[in-house]
């Protein structure tokens, strides 16, 4: 979802116009969002092996455990649930 970012802009007298364009989310919030439920997929389609989520996510395997890290991902626990 885009916020829209409103200009007025004058032509020769005449009434304001309001241009809209496209603008970043004011908060990281939805980027995280969006970043935690790529790198969950990953993980399931992997079987949570965290290289090859890596690997299906473009990024190293560092770069994943830090942004695992970051957004409270942990992996599940041996004999918890689904086990």
Same mark, same amino acid.
């Given at each position: #979802?885009?916020?829209?970012?409103?200009r007025h802009l004058t032509v020769r007298n005449e009434d304001p116009?309001?241009?809209a364009r496209p603008r970043q989310p004011s908060s990281g919030r939805i980027e995280a969002s969006n970043r935690a439920v790529a790198i969950l997929d990953a993980l399931a389609k992997t079987g949570f092996n965290r290289t090859a989520a890596a690997k299906l996510l473009g990024i190293t395997f560092r770069a994943l455990r830090y942004r #695992?890290?970051?957004?409270?991902?942990?992996?599940?626990?041996?004999g918890g649930p689904g086990a």
């Open positions: #979802m885009f916020r829209l970012a409103q116009i309001i241009v #695992m890290q970051r957004l409270g991902i942990r992996e599940p626990a041996a």
